[in-house]
Nanobody
């Protein structure tokens, strides 16, 4: 099973910024579609951002204009830059590998990291 590991979670004040990094030690991510999900406490996981292997990007409505996903294929990592954070951004953030269907812009994850907690204080 491919392993994904997230780094960078923590506590930040509202309005602040935080960067999350996802690394894979077992697969070259440049050939794989990657995405981030988050799960607030007591709620379902929701998609946040997707970066397909051919450079397409997609963001959830709640984070558009504030979050940026990028890939560093040389380092085999995916970065999620989060700015203007709000308390409602609090949750466990998961890095995923999946399939991105460009015709429908649907992303279906099939592998998940263990998650990292992000807490935004008001």
């Amino acid at each position: 099973q491919v392993r994904l590991v997230e780094f960078g979670g923590g506590l930040v004040q509202a309005g602040g910024s935080l960067n999350l990094t996802c690394a894979s030690s077992e697969l070259d991510i440049d050939i794989v579609d990657m995405g981030w999900y988050r799960q607030p406490a007591g709620k379902q996981r929701e998609p946040i951002a997707v970066a397909s292997s051919d450079g397409r990007l997609k963001y959830g409505d709640s984070v558009k204009g504030r979050f940026t996903i990028s890939r560093d294929n040389a380092k085999n990592t995916v970065l999620l830059q989060m700015a203007s954070l709000k308390p409602e951004d609090t949750g466990v953030y998961y890095c995923t590998m999946g399939l991105y269907y460009s015709s429908t812009t649907e992303y279906v994850p099939y592998d998940w990291g263990q998650g990292t907690q992000v807490t935004v204080s008001s």
